[in-house]
Nanobody, 129 residues
């Protein structure tokens, strides 16, 4: 069984920075992608950023491009999300997601939540104006 443990959320003023971490434990020998989604109460979960473990390529939502950076530590099976220039509209619960089945790789689609088979518990990010 796989567990994803997130950390790093919190409260920050607009323009500030936060760094989220997500560590995967358990059966992690077949990681295909790890990334982040976010959700505001009453809205659908939306894609933020992800990294392909096989291709090494990274993907971002237009709303965070240039402000957020995703990176990984293969040895620790951990993915990080560095969030700079935060805006109040970035306020959400951020969820770590991982694909161990290969669905993202086979479809070459890394932004659909349906293709990720493991999820973290979520961490709250609140940006005050």
């Amino acid at each position: 069984q796989v567990q994803l443990v997130e950390s790093g959320g919190g409260l920050v003023q607009a323009g500030g920075s936060l760094r989220l971490s997500c560590a995967a434990s358990g059966r992690t020998d077949s990681t295909y992608a790890m990334g982040w989604f976010r959700q505001v109460l009453g809205k659908e979960r939306e894609f933020v950023s992800t990294i392909s473990w096989i291709r090494g390529s990274t993907y971002w939502a237009d709303s965070v491009k240039g402000r957020f950076t995703i990176s990984r530590d293969n040895a620790k099976n951990t993915v990080y999300l560095q969030m700079n220039s935060l805006k109040p509209e970035d306020t959400a619960v951020y969820y770590c997601a991982a694909d161990f089945s290969g669905a993202t790789y086979r479809s070459n689609n890394y932004i659909s939540a349906m293709l990720y088979d493991y999820w973290g518990q979520g961490t709250q990010v609140t940006v005050s104006s």
